[in-house]
């Protein structure tokens, strides 16, 4: 199988992209890719003839974030964080294999449906409502090549992460990451890696709203057995 290009959106903002693809770490440490939110494709070949006039359709826009959603089929469990259209991103829009206009960021896409409504369960309890850039296009390659990084910090999320603001974030309890491919987040027990998503998603609310409290900090970060 062939490497498929697609056009996306990146969060430019440091503070909410290092808070949303901190939850997405700790949701799941084998994501591939940065947080995004994908527009066009997929394609074979790039389209670097019709960039320049996509981006100048999507300039100065913005995209509102509203709530969590979710994608759930007898072969999907997809938790994201659902997005609020413009104008100018659906004159933009062609997303081949699902042609509805539905922009999201992923933030969950694995086996478990169980695990997926508890994840849902833990982000329900914060009212993410914010703007991100949606004005410039960038392209994603999936899937990534063993050993290959691009400007964008693919392949591995925790390549591209600040991890000293996200540690800052957590009280320094941020556990190390051993390398590229494996982490020591693996070995953390499920519920500690929940604990880190509900302070993460307090600090994203706390970021976007001036009235919500942040959660307490859980134990120290013991690994699972």
Same mark, same amino acid.
């Given at each position: 199988?062939? &490497? @498929?290009?697609?056009?996306?959106i990146?969060?430019?903002?440091?503070?909410?992209?290092?808070i949303?693809?901190?939850?997405?770490?700790?949701?799941?440490?084998? #994501? *591939?890719? *940065?947080?995004?939110?994908?527009?066009?494709? !997929?394609?074979?070949?790039? #389209?670097r #003839?019709?960039?320049?006039? %996509?981006?100048?359709?999507?300039?100065?826009?913005?995209? /509102?974030?509203?709530?969590?959603?979710?994608?759930?089929?007898?072969?999907?469990?997809?938790?994201?964080l659902?997005?609020?259209?413009?104008?100018?991103?659906?004159s933009? %829009?062609? *997303? *081949?294999?699902?042609?509805?206009?539905?922009?999201?960021?992923?933030?969950?896409?694995? /086996?478990?449906?169980?695990?997926?409504?508890?994840?849902?369960?833990? +982000? /329900?309890?914060?009212?993410? &409502?914010? #703007?991100?850039?949606?004005?410039?296009?960038? =392209? +994603?390659k999936?899937?990534?090549?063993?050993?290959?990084?691009?400007?964008?910090?693919?392949?591995?999320?925790?390549?591209?992460?600040?991890?000293d603001? $996200?540690?800052?974030? $957590?009280?320094?309890?941020?556990? !190390?990451?051993?390398?590229e /491919?494996?982490?020591?987040?693996? @070995?953390?027990?499920?519920d +500690?890696?929940?604990?880190? =998503?509900?302070? $993460?998603?307090?600090? $994203?609310?706390?970021?976007?709203?001036?009235?919500?409290? &942040? =959660?307490?900090? !859980?134990?120290? !970060?013991?690994?699972?057995?």
């Amino acid at each position: 199988m062939g &490497r @498929k290009l697609f056009y996306v959106i990146y969060i430019k903002d440091n503070t909410l992209k290092t808070i949303i693809d901190g939850i997405r770490l700790f949701a799941d440490p084998t #994501q *591939k890719h *940065k947080a995004h939110l994908t527009v066009r494709g !997929p394609y074979t070949k790039f #389209q670097r #003839q019709f960039v320049e006039d %996509w981006n100048k359709d999507l300039a100065n826009g913005k995209m /509102e974030i509203s709530g969590i959603g979710t994608f759930f089929s007898e072969y999907q469990n997809t938790v994201y964080l659902n997005c609020i259209g413009t104008t100018t991103l659906r004159s933009v %829009w062609n *997303k *081949k294999d699902y042609p509805d206009f539905n922009p999201h960021i992923t933030l969950y896409n694995g /086996e478990s449906k169980d695990y997926a409504n508890e994840l849902v369960n833990i +982000l /329900e309890a914060f009212d993410f &409502r914010f #703007q991100i850039d949606a004005d410039e296009l960038q =392209i +994603l390659k999936s899937p990534v090549m063993k050993g290959e990084y691009s400007i964008y910090g693919e392949p591995f999320v925790a390549s591209c992460l600040d991890t000293d603001l $996200l540690d800052e974030m $957590l009280d320094g309890d941020m556990p !190390p990451l051993k390398n590229e /491919e494996s982490y020591s987040i693996n @070995k953390m027990s499920k519920d +500690l890696r929940f604990d880190f =998503i509900k302070r $993460l998603g307090a600090l $994203l609310d706390e970021n976007t709203s001036s009235n919500v409290k &942040r =959660i307490p900090k !859980p134990q120290s !970060p013991v690994v699972a057995e």
